[in-house]
């Protein structure tokens, strides 16, 4: 026993990769029906009169945001967590039957705040607040399964035999600490069910509902400073923890530089919170507030930098392996990504950059050139780098794989190139005047341009989804397949020859 | 240093937290202690103003309309003046928006009427030719919640000293009261009574029976609200 290596359990791993998968194609179904439905609108009424309430644009837009950040991006996080903590940490989950325990409540858990977070959003059950749109009963959910996350961080930290924490680690840990704070904070509710008349009545209308601590400008503040931030701490921090542990792992490269990585580790950390306010400028919030976010959105390009250059510097020599492995591909693309959309975010934060982009769609390509570049690359990276040394079995198919990566990234690229020429068309519209000074277009003008660049976004969409369909399927193939060994296999992918 | 943290996950984790919490206690806590206050003319929610505003946050309208005029030409020739910071003071939550699929509604109450709003919801091309806005019928005949909008008004005049039942300052140098139920039967009634202010100036048979009787469809509340924010 003694010589024998390390033999990780990966239990719960397992079941947040299937989460992963499954959410994944929720959401981002969703958001293709969405982008059609703008494109069409007849499409609103896609399950027919009836069902309209439900199958609405904008009854559908939170439940596909909430599904691809709590439910595909967080699976994603945690599934990579139970892999990667367990092998940095040396130290296997089977070891103690309570982080065991942790771990299946937590998944049960999450699985049981997932129901509930689709089945509120359907009926409309939301406070408004854009990614904090649940209700009190599910936010206390959502901070149990939060704290169990936790649990399981510390606990397995706590009987780690390496006494030096991976950068992985950092992050992960970065990652909870960051969310708990935020989400928080900007969930400061209290139930209606609690205010009472004169006559000392109280408990009138549903029990669920609740109204925010903090009003107006302020209120915006705090939202802000979480949906930035939740992007943060949700779409980078813990994505980097990922590429940190299987660029190297996967290539057989040792990360470029550590000094590197601690600058650029440090500095998101003390710069990323200040930028939250360029999502408010030219609002009623004050002005030293807009211009501070203005500023560090700017200084933000420098640790952002750090770990995209810090990547690819990794490759270093063996540049062969990009056109060699798919999985290399989806990482260096992942990581250039990455370069790109926190290059593209403080461009947009500057104030007379904002003053056109802002409301418009080239937000949104922004959002979707990171998540769909960046942070789906990288998990799908993770899971196919997983899948083979947690099913035991050979990745199904390494030609599919390729036909994968090029049909999103064609996917990728539609996406955010309309999504610029409409926001960049509707912007300079909406300010256009004619030479007597009055505004030279009427609203539904500035709607109707926009149509072509829809269905554009549409297709990009659509191809993505495909891809990740394909994505799913090559890992149901593979973990449904015969078992080739026993132990963990040297090397374990056909990328890793 | 860094290579002893790495080693002390607890210091490492405190570390982690006040790197993190400095922007927002530098950023946030100042603005608090100057919390928002009205400006003039700004009254509270009514009730039915109120239950209107859940129905618009039930279908997140928040998610195409914004409520926030900034401070460019372009902006105040299209929906007016721009936002202050005061008319906010009662708006828990903020809607503001991220995204204009659809056009302002911060004062959408100053140009729109209600006879609009009614045709506009039931088939918004019908109004605007080449809307990409769905249809909104259910609202025509879901049933409107005055219970949850009173309980709110109740926990915020409680909680957060919102000034139902008080005076006031107007524009115009007068006063106004914005009346909350003292039970919820008068909660009712009172909603009930904008009601049929709303209904008087709709075309739809349903609706208008609905309100005679007694019940408030989702479409009056919500044309309440939208000629409120002005």
């Given amino acids: 026993m003694e010589n024998r290596p390390l033999e990780y359990d990966y239990t719960v791993a397992k079941m947040f990769m299937f989460t992963t998968v499954a959410l994944g194609i929720v959401g981002m179904l969703i958001g293709v029906i969405l982008a059609f439905q703008l494109a069409f609108p007849e499409l609103n009424l896609v399950l027919g009169e009836g069902l309209a309430e439900y199958t609405n644009y904008s009854r559908l837009r939170p439940l596909h945001t909430d599904a691809v950040i709590f439910g595909f991006t967080l699976s994603g996080i945690w599934a990579t967590w139970y892999y990667v903590g367990q092998r940095v940490l040396k130290v296997s989950m089977a070891e103690s039957k309570f982080l065991m325990f942790i771990g299946k409540l937590h998944f049960a858990l999450y699985l049981v705040g997932v129901v509930a977070v689709v089945a509120s959003l359907f009926l409309g059950i939301t406070t408004s607040k854009e990614y904090a749109e649940f209700e009190w009963p599910i936010d206390i959910a959502i901070v149990v399964v939060w704290v169990l996350f936790g649990v399981s961080i510390f606990g397995l930290i706590g009987i780690r035999r390496e006494k030096s924490l991976y950068i992985s680690v950092w992050y992960y840990i970065a990652s909870f600490l960051g969310i708990a704070m935020l989400y928080l904070f900007n969930n400061m509710e209290i139930p209606t069910m609690l205010g009472a008349n004169a006559a000392g009545e109280s408990g009138f209308g549903n029990w669920w509902h609740s109204v925010s601590m903090y009003a107006g400008t302020n209120d915006a503040l705090v939202e802000w400073w979480y949906g930035h931030n939740a992007v943060a701490f949700g779409f980078t921090v813990p994505i980097v923890a990922m590429i940190y542990y299987f660029l190297p792992k996967e290539s057989g490269q040792a990360i470029y530089s550590y000094k590197l990585s601690l600058l650029s580790f440090w500095g998101l950390m003390f710069v990323y919170l200040w930028a939250g306010g360029h999502h408010l400028l030219y609002s009623t919030v004050p002005d030293w507030m807009q211009t501070m976010g203005s500023v560090f959105s700017v200084i933000l390009i420098l640790p952002s930098w750090g770990s995209a250059i810090n990547m690819l510097l990794t490759m270093k020599g063996e540049w062969q392996q990009v056109a060699a492995s798919p999985l290399i591909k989806f990482m260096v693309l992942g990581s250039t990504f990455y370069m790109f959309s926190t290059l593209e975010g403080p461009i947009q934060a500057i104030k007379s950059v904002n003053a056109i982009a802002h409301f418009t769609d080239w937000i949104v390509g922004h959002v979707h050139d990171g998540t769909l570049g960046w942070v789906g690359f990288m998990i799908m990276a993770a899971l196919y780098h997983m899948a083979p040394r947690v099913f035991k079995r050979e990745i199904y198919s390494k030609s599919l794989m390729v036909t994968q990566f090029w049909i999103q990234t064609l996917g990728v690229v539609l996406y955010f190139t309309s999504m610029w020429i409409a926001g960049i068309t509707q912007g300079m519209m909406w300010r256009a005047h004619d030479e007597f000074g009055n505004l030279a277009y009427s609203f539904i003008d500035t709607v109707t341009v926009l149509h072509p660049y829809y269905t554009i976004r549409g297709v990009g969409g659509l191809l993505y989804l495909v891809g990740f369909l394909m994505f799913a399927y090559n890992i149901y193939k593979t973990m449904s397949a015969r078992p080739v060994e026993e132990s963990e296999l040297q090397n374990a992918s056909p990328m890793g020859a | ?230």
């Fill in chain 2, 1 to 230: 240093m860094f290579h002893w943290l790495e080693k002390h996950p607890f210091f490492f984790a405190v570390g982690i937290f006040v790197t993190i919490a400095f922007a927002g206690l530098v950023e946030i806590l100042p603005n608090f202690a100057q919390a928002s206050r009205p400006v003039i003319g700004t009254t509270p929610y009514s009730t039915l103003e109120l239950t209107g505003r859940h129905v618009y946050i039930k279908n997140s309208c928040n998610a195409c309309h914004s409520q926030l005029v900034r401070p460019f030409k372009s902006e105040t020739d299209r929906y007016g003046h721009y936002s202050l910071s005061g008319e906010y003071a009662y708006d828990r939550p903020f809607l503001w928006g991220s995204k204009r699929t659809g056009p302002d509604l911060m004062r959408v109450g100053n140009y729109r009427t209600t006879d609009w709003h009614e045709n506009h919801m039931k088939n918004p091309a019908s109004v605007v030719p080449g809307s990409i806005m769905p249809a909104y019928k259910w609202m025509f005949t879901n049933k409107a919640d005055v219970e949850t909008a009173y309980a709110e008004q109740l926990t915020v005049a409680q909680f957060f000293s919102v000034p139902y039942n008080k005076e006031v300052p107007m524009k115009d140098g007068s006063t106004k009261v914005v009346k909350m139920g003292a039970s919820i039967a008068e909660a009712n009634e009172l909603a009930l009574a904008e009601a049929k202010v709303i209904a008087a100036n709709m075309k739809d048979q349903d609706v208008k029976d609905a309100v005679a009787k007694g019940e408030i469809p989702e479409i009056v509340a919500l044309i309440a609200y939208m000629n409120s924010l002005k």
